[in-house]
Structure formats: structure tokens, C-alpha cells
């Protein structure tokens, strides 16, 4: 536990296991009598603070309520707010980015989320080659009792659908950025 020990009016910071490395000390520290008659006082914690509009700094040692403080609350200046609010806005955008395109895939387990490279390789080259070897899209077809060729067009249509709609929330998203003057 770190404490605070004053000397010629000088604080020194202490670990009270180095310090006094005889003494075993509850898991709360030591108590107020012990500590007086050796000098130390325990530190504040650290002062509550209002994100969005303060800041907290560390400062020189000081007292405060028995206590020895070294962080002190400061009000941001404007930049510093502008700033907190813009990098707000901008997590936000790509928050919501992220859950859109996770809303996606959201009907299809990631087992199967892991297959469609493979998924849409095939498709793509049944589509240009109706004798390409194809074992994912033929394993399916095999087990769904479909045809080679419906599913490589039902994959290649959610492909065209995926890369459609993943575009417009790219777009949407450089557009909320850009409207915040953020380069990506």
C-alpha cells in the first residue's frame, strides 16, 4: 500500500511492505493510529470527475481531509471539449456501422459466415464455368437436394445483395464522418 510520509515538509511517497517490511498489515492497510505514530497518511482516491467537461490531472502532493491528494479536477478548455465531442461522434458512427453490417449476418452462425470466400470463389467460377471443380456449392447442393446451379445463383445473389448493402453503409458512414470534416 502506498502512503505518504512527510518529512522537513516534504512528502515522500512509501510502500508500507518495503518501508516496514516486518509488519503484516490487514488487506485494508493500516489503521489511523499506526499511521499517525509513524508519520504516513494514507492517499485520497481519486477525485470523481465529469468526463465530457473536466479532466483530471496529477499535481504536487497537498493535503486535503487527512488525506494526502495528487490528482486535482480541472474544467477542459473548449478545444479539449470540441475534441472529447468530435472523437464522441465519430465512435458512435462506427459503432453504428459496425452493428448495420453485423445486423447482416446476423441470420447466419459463424461457422457459416467462415465459408462464404470459399462460398462466393465458386459461385463466381460455376458462374463462368459451368464444369468448375466447385466442392463447397456441390457438398451443398448434394445435401440440400438442390442443383450445382441454384446454388451458385442463390450465393451469387446474396453476394450482389451483401456487397450492395455493406456499400450503402460505407457510404452512409463516409458521409456522417465527412459532415464532421474527419479524414478516415
Do not use: H
Amino acid at each position: 500500500m502506498k502512503l505518504a510520509k512527510i518529512t522537513d515538509g516534504v512528502v515522500e511517497i512509501v510502500d508500507s511492505a518495503s518501508e516496514w517490511p516486518s509488519v503484516s498489515f490487514p488487506k485494508s492497510g493500516p489503521n489511523a493510529e499506526w499511521m499517525a505514530e509513524n508519520g504516513v497518511v494514507p492517499f485520497a482516491k481519486s477525485p470523481s470527475f465529469d468526463s465530457l467537461t473536466q479532466k483530471r490531472v496529477r499535481v504536487a502532493p497537498f493535503f486535503e481531509n487527512e488525506k494526502c491528494q495528487q490528482w486535482q479536477v480541472v474544467d477542459l478548455i473548449a478545444e479539449e471539449i470540441a475534441g472529447r465531442n468530435l472523437a464522441n461522434q465519430v465512435k458512435e458512427i462506427e459503432n453504428n456501422f459496425t452493428r448495420q453490417i453485423d445486423e447482416l449476418k446476423a441470420d447466419y452462425s459463424e461457422q457459416e459466415v467462415v465459408t462464404w470466400p470459399q462460398q462466393k470463389d465458386e459461385a463466381q467460377a460455376f458462374a463462368a464455368d459451368p464444369l468448375a471443380d466447385v466442392p463447397l456449392i456441390a457438398a451443398i447442393a448434394a445435401a440440400s437436394g438442390e442443383t450445382v446451379e441454384e446454388v451458385a445463383a442463390r450465393i451469387n445473389a446474396k453476394v450482389l445483395f451483401f456487397a450492395q448493402e455493406s456499400g450503402r453503409l460505407l457510404g452512409e458512414k463516409r458521409k456522417a464522418l465527412k459532415e464532421l470534416a474527419v479524414d478516415e
